[in-house]
């Protein structure tokens, strides 16, 4: 799977030709819904990873109907508040408390092989119970676990490719910092206040990705496209500016 870069509105954007000759730097403000770390880029890594994938020749593997499943997905909703678990809990309960009040007697004493004898009876009760409970876990979450060995098994054939396809990624990165002139900025937002920044005039790219909440195939990526020229704006990295991929 190739990236790609996301062209923001001009309402978000400066663009160079309307400040043709300005040479200030500009104060940028990237708004976050959650917290993030945003890694700003003075070339475009979609449009190198894309560029050596066609020099590659060979396509890269695809599995829409997977990602069609991945995208549908919704957790399942899961309560521990049922009968199931009441009686599994209540037997848990009555089995540490027994085992506690065989720990304290002699096991010589009148009554210990009758009061073992309903310990074993009761952990058994226990291991029938847990039983249940289990499977009760297992068919909530069968879905979800298909879904991860499909998952696994097309995100090595994935990778597998990009080793082979992306392999000089890293010096074509290299070499276009170089040619920009400019070094690229790492900005870790703990929570969701705004990240606040100075860029010098220039073309940039703000990437960063976060995980899907309830769907743990799925990320959100950021990969925007910009030119800065001396004003300054705000950018919001939300689900507005954000594209969905298969997470793998």
Do not use: K
């Amino acid at each position: 799977m190739t990236g790609s870069t996301r062209l923001l509105p001009t309402s978000l954007i400066v663009l160079a030709a309307t400040l043709a000759g300005c040479q200030r730097d500009a104060t940028v403000v990237l708004t976050l819904d959650e917290p993030l770390t945003v890694v700003i880029l003075p070339y475009d890594p979609a449009a190198i990873r894309d560029s050596l994938a066609q020099a590659y020749g060979t396509p890269a593997p695809q599995f829409p109907e997977l990602e069609a499943a991945f995208g549908a997905y919704q957790a399942p909703e899961f309560s521990d508040s049922g009968p199931v678990f009441v009686r599994w809990r209540a037997t848990r309960d009555s089995v540490e408390r027994l085992a506690d009040s065989l720990r304290a007697r002699d096991r010589r004493s009148e009554g210990y092989a009758a009061a073992y004898a309903r310990f074993r009876g009761l952990y058994q009760r226990f291991g029938e119970r847990t039983a249940a409970r289990d499977a009760l876990y297992r068919g909530a979450t069968a879905e979800a676990r298909e879904l991860a060995l499909a998952a696994g098994r097309a995100a090595d054939s994935l990778r597998r490719w990009e080793a082979a396809a992306w392999a000089d990624f890293d010096s074509a990165a290299v070499l276009a910092r170089a040619a920009s002139g400019r070094d690229s900025v790492v900005l870790v937002g703990l929570n969701a206040d705004p990240l606040v920044l100075t860029l010098p005039p220039g073309r940039w790219w703000i990437t960063a990705h976060t995980r899907v909440d309830g769907n743990p195939f799925l990320e959100r990526r950021w990969n925007l496209g910009l030119v800065t020229a001396g004003f300054g704006f705000r950018l919001p990295l939300d689900q507005r500016t954000a594209q969905t991929h298969w997470r793998h």
